[in-house]
């Protein structure tokens, strides 16, 4: 008898140019943070980019995706985990304390072509050690 494992890879290969940032803290693509890390405004999670041609408003994207490839909402939308741009930025934001779901979240920023760069982050939460 013969056991066959296929193991899936996700390497990908990313510039400094994209990046995670929270509390000037720099995170890279697909790495682990704890959802309760995440607040609002200057508490936010950034997908950053270093040149602000990247992000002008001629090109599409600058979005963050759930786990389950939903649109993370505008602020104004009243949920409790929602984004908003800035010049070289989007910024994910996490209000009141909210518990958003947890798992692998990918963020959408055009590079200097205007073709749409996927950089991800992995959400999770703390779970209490029990004895």
Do not use: H, W
């Not at 693509?29 to 990247?54: P, R």
């Amino acid at each position: 008898m013969y056991l066959t494992m296929m193991v899936y890879l996700n390497i990908e290969i990313m510039s400094a140019d994209f990046r995670f940032e929270l509390r000037g803290a720099v995170y890279l693509n697909n790495t682990v943070l704890m959802v309760g890390d995440i607040g609002e405004g200057e508490n936010a999670l950034l997908c950053f980019t270093n040149s602000s041609n990247y992000c002008s408003s001629r090109f599409r994207g600058r979005e963050f995706y759930f786990p389950n490839n939903s649109l993370v909402r505008i602020r104004g939308s009243g949920a409790n985990f929602y984004r908003n741009r800035g010049e070289q930025f989007i910024r994910l934001n996490r209000r009141n304390n909210a518990t958003p779901p947890t798992g692998r979240y990918r963020c959408e920023i055009p590079d200097a072509n205007g073709n749409t760069q996927s950089i991800f982050i992995n959400i999770g939460k703390v779970v209490a050690n029990v004895n």
